[in-house]
């Protein structure tokens, strides 16, 4: 069964500033003790946001003005570091949609895209200008246009790229791949059929 | 058409092209744990879903153990959940689980090479970064999230972009005191954290050739500390060596035809790479990284660089976040840090052989006063055969904690955590602000022998000069 598909996405956004935001920073492990990925949300960026003490640190995300964002507008090589998929989920399950960065660690992108969360990527230059438009007009609305490459905020765009995989099957509403993969199994079988190790 | 081993094991591997243009690879060996497949196997029950190649899976536990108060049930009764969850999802269908009581449990990077799963020519993926280890014997290893844990198991498959390859060639002898781990850091050094995006790396070159596989696991290890998803060194003699008589090796008549296949799935001398790197091992140092990502990284002689150090705006916001979280001065030696504590373990360097390299340098010395040194052995096989060796009296009379099998204090999913901001010398894989289980904790990543010399002297030191490596003793 498809998903919907998903040709843009809308909201107002929140500035996370930094290069190498790694996945222990967006769900540090302690928080990964789970069984289901229920409840991820409220730890998203968790040691970013809070004190030991369990404190609201000064940070855009615990800043009033830019509460019910649902774009993740950050710096370089977003995502590095584990594999965690428990990182999109709490990004997706704290209310967000999208991150526009400047690049994405590889694993990190694909269980994103697998899960409908649009990670598009945009040069130093426009990623300031827009989050300098967000931090003077915190309900800017920011629309990015999966099909058309552009982010529109106010009367302006900036251009941004995603991986073509990735936006043919947000496009298309088979980002999740399952249904698909399944599709293949008689092939799958042939495969393995020729390889030894498999077929022993 | 001259290809590489990558090319060879990816097109053996690729079923189909997906609509979207990505391929549809077949896994043959599928690793799976307990803090990344409880969710997978949940989605499949949902779905109505079978494990479509059970034998094709193994599992084992890590993250979340204990590797002091083993017994269960845990204190922590989320982490006995996690245990039980996996034990019943192995059982349910019919996955070889190597649990806590087979004496084969450990991490899930260290397990599968030394029960000979790990083979050449093979496509394997795991719910876990360091995935990537698996390469050091010519295999294609992915880490994958959750989702596509669910897709491997319910198809065997993943669907994913195809890599370009960047063969990085290490040539010469490391000098004394230089281990795989300083190779690796230095690479990362070099190429950068983001520097191997939509690259596989392959290993190569004189240096790799000599390397043992532990050493080759290591490198391979921290791969996706270079970006790189996967990486891999081709098979040799070496490994074949390695992997004769391991328990899931094969036998006889196959294991002829076996290394015969796997020579042939080695890299053409003669194929094209997207990219290549040169580097001379006689200029490898012993490397330990003083801030905050895998990349921020200097030899032990030289100084942590100050912010204004920095090229552009963003390495230099990146050089003042690091020094801010690690309490360093730019500009300061990085010899002489104070540590805390000392962590010798991992999937990057929790094996036999850095257990022993270790063991023979510590004998009749103390860790100093105020440290905390754990060492935490990969697997229970290493373990035993440490112990059989005597290692964990060494250990224990240098005033190291002997510990059980697991990932600990690399990730502190268990009870092993540092407390507040303690600084700790450690042979794992990540210094990200908070990795080890205290968020204002502080990590500096280093060979084993380097952090064995930190621990005997309380600071960030030169092993070289604490042991007097490459004089008295034969490495």
């Not at chain 2, 296949?261 to 580097?279: G, N, Q, T």
């Not at chain 2, 055969?385 to 099998?405: C, N, P, Q, S, T």
């Amino acid at each position: 069964m498809p998903s919907e598909p998903i040709k843009q996405v809308a909201g107002t956004g929140v500035y996370v500033p930094g290069d190498d935001i790694d996945t222990d920073r967006i769900i540090p492990a302690r928080f990964m003790k789970c069984i289901t990925f229920d409840g991820l949300g409220e730890y998203l960026f968790y040691d970013v946001r809070k004190t030991e003490q369990g404190e609201d640190k000064p940070h855009n995300l615990n800043d009033p003005r830019f509460q019910g964002a649902s774009i993740i507008i950050s710096g370089s090589n977003f995502g590095c570091g584990s594999s965690r998929e428990h990182a999109p989920q709490s990004i997706m399950r704290a209310g967000f949609k999208a991150v526009i960065a400047g690049s994405f660690a590889e694993i990190f992108y694909g269980n994103s895209t697998n899960l409908g969360v649009v990670c598009v990527t945009a040069t130093d230059a426009d990623r300031k200008v827009l989050a300098d438009a967000v931090e003077m007009n915190p309900q800017l609305e920011i629309t990015i246009d999966v099909n058309d490459h552009k982010i529109w905020f106010g009367d302006q765009y900036i251009t941004c790229d995603m991986r073509p995989g990735a936006r043919s099957s947000l496009l298309k509403g088979t980002y999740d791949p399952l249904d698909e993969l399944l599709e293949g199994a008689e092939q799958v079988n042939e495969t393995a059929a020729k390889l030894p190790y498999m077929s022993a | 058409m001259a290809q590489s081993l990558f090319e060879k094991v990816w097109n053996a591997h690729a079923v189909r092209q997906l609509g979207n243009g990505q391929t549809q690879l077949l896994i043959g060996t599928h690793l799976i744990h307990e803090v990344t497949s409880p969710q997978a196997f949940g989605m499949l029950r949902d779905r109505g879903l079978a494990v479509k190649y059970p034998e094709r899976t193994f599992a084992t536990v890590d993250h979340i153990v204990p590797t002091n108060e083993m017994t269960e049930p845990y204190s922590d009764a989320l982490a006995q959940g996690m245990i039980e969850e996996l034990r019943k999802n192995c059982a349910d269908n019919k996955i070889k689980f190597f649990d806590t009581n087979t004496g084969q449990q450990g991490i899930v990077h260290i397990v599968g090479p030394e029960q000979g799963i790990t083979q050449p020519g093979t496509t394997i993926a795991c719910g876990d970064s360091h995935t990537s280890t698996h390469g050091a014997f010519g295999a294609i290893a992915f880490g994958i999230g959750t989702s596509q844990v669910r897709d491997v198991l319910a198809t065997q498959t993943i669907a994913l972009n195809r890599l370009k390859v960047r063969r990085i060639n290490v040539n010469g002898k490391l000098r004394p005191g230089v281990y795989s781990k300083d190779v690796i850091l230095h690479i990362i050094r070099l190429l950068g954290t983001k520097g191997g995006t939509g690259f596989a790396y392959e290993y190569g070159g004189s240096t790799f050739d000599n390397m043992t596989m532990e050493e080759r696991m290591t490198v391979c290890n921290m791969s996706i500390e270079g970006g790189a998803r996967a990486g891999y060194v081709n098979p040799d003699a070496t490994t074949f060596e390695y992997l004769k008589g391991r328990p899931y090796s094969p036998q006889g008549a196959a294991w002829d035809e076996a290394v015969e296949r796997w020579k042939s799935m080695a890299s053409d001398p003669d194929c094209e790479y997207d990219d290549v790197v040169e580097i001379n091992a006689a200029e490898i140092e012993p490397t330990v990284t003083w801030g905050i990502t895998p990349g921020q990284g200097v030899g032990i002689n030289e100084n942590i660089p100050a912010a204004d150090e920095g090229e552009t705006q963003s390495e230099r916001d990146s050089i003042a976040e690091a020094l801010e979280h690690m309490q360093f001065a730019g500009g300061s030696p990085v010899k002489g840090k104070k540590i805390d504590v000392a962590f010798l373990g991992s999937c990057t360097n929790g094996r036999l052989s850095d257990l022993k390299e270790v063991a023979q340098y510590i004998q009749g010395r103390k860790v100093a006063d105020g440290v905390q040194a754990i060492v935490v052995p990969g697997s229970q096989v290493v373990s035993q055969i440490a112990v059989e060796l005597g290692l964990d009296k060494i250990y224990k009379d240098a005033g190291f904690e002997w510990r059980g099998a697991g990932c600990s204090m690399c990730l502190a999913m268990n009870p092993d955590k540092l407390i507040g901001d303690q600084l700790c010398a450690s042979s794992s894989n990540r210094n990200f602000k908070g990795r080890q289980g205290s968020p204002t904790g502080r990590t500096m990543l280093m060979s084993p022998l380097m952090v064995a010399a930190a621990a005997i002297t309380g600071e960030v030191c030169d092993a070289r000069e604490v042991f007097g490596v490459g004089a008295a003793v034969t490495v």
